[in-house]
Nanobody, 111 residues
Framework: QVQLVESGGGLVQPGGSLRLSCAAS????????MHWYRQAPGKQRELVATITSVGSTMYADSVKGRFTISRDNAKNTVYLQMNSLKPEDTAVYYC?????WGQGTQVTVSS
């Protein structure tokens, strides 16, 4: 079971961009699915994006065309590039692989 550590969150203005990183403690090359979730205050955790071991991607409708998930197996890292950010993207973002979760990174979109 790998340990996951997210980074890259912060405060950004609407329309801005951030890139989140999820570093794994071990190899991710054989992990079939890796996910980014987010949880806003008072809301349930929701699936944002998924990437498979062969690079196929899936996105929540709310982020399609704005977010891009990618993985670098050599660096054991998964990324979430977030563009055209909106206030409603404000949440704690979590990386997930099987039963492993990171501690989360806060993203705040505000002017």
């Amino acid at each position: 079971q790998v340990q996951l550590v997210e980074s890259g969150g912060g405060l950004v203005q609407p329309g801005g961009s951030l890139r989140l990183s999820c570093a794994a403690s071990g190899s991710i090359s054989r992990i079939n699915y890796m996910h980014w979730y987010r949880q806003a205050p008072g809301k349930q955790r929701e699936l944002v994006a998924t990437i498979t071991s062969v690079g196929s991607t899936m996105y929540a409708d709310s982020v399609k065309g704005r977010f891009t998930i990618s993985r670098d197996n050599a660096k054991n890292t998964v990324y979430l590039q977030m563009n055209s950010l909106k206030p409603e993207d404000t949440a704690v973002y979590y990386c997930n692989a099987a039963s492993s979760w990171g501690q989360g990174t806060q993203v705040t979109v505000s002017s």
